[in-house]
C-alpha cells in the first residue's frame, strides 16, 4: 500500500527518520505513518519537501 517514496528520498540524502521529523517540525511518529503509506495533510507533505531540500514542484517524485 505504500504510496509514496518518502522512506527511499529520505534514506538517499542520509537523513535519519529523527532528524528529517525535526528538520520538517512533524513527529517522528507522523513521519513513520507517512512513510507507511498513510495519508497526510498537503502542508505537511510541503514541510517534509522544504526539510529535504526538494521544490514543492517535486511533490510528485516522493508523494504518488
Do not use: W, Y
Not at 525535526?22 to 507533505?45: A, F
Amino acid at each position: 500500500m505504500i504510496t509514496n517514496s518518502l522512506k527511499e528520498f529520505r534514506e538517499s540524502f542520509m537523513i535519519s527518520k529523527t532528524e528529517l521529523a525535526r528538520k520538517s517540525n512533524i513527529s517522528s511518529l507522523t513521519l513513520t505513518r507517512i512513510e507507511q503509506g498513510k495519508p497526510c495533510r498537503v502542508e505537511t507533505k510541503r514541510k517534509i519537501l522544504l526539510a529535504l531540500g526538494l521544490k514543492i514542484s517535486d511533490k510528485n517524485k516522493v508523494f504518488h
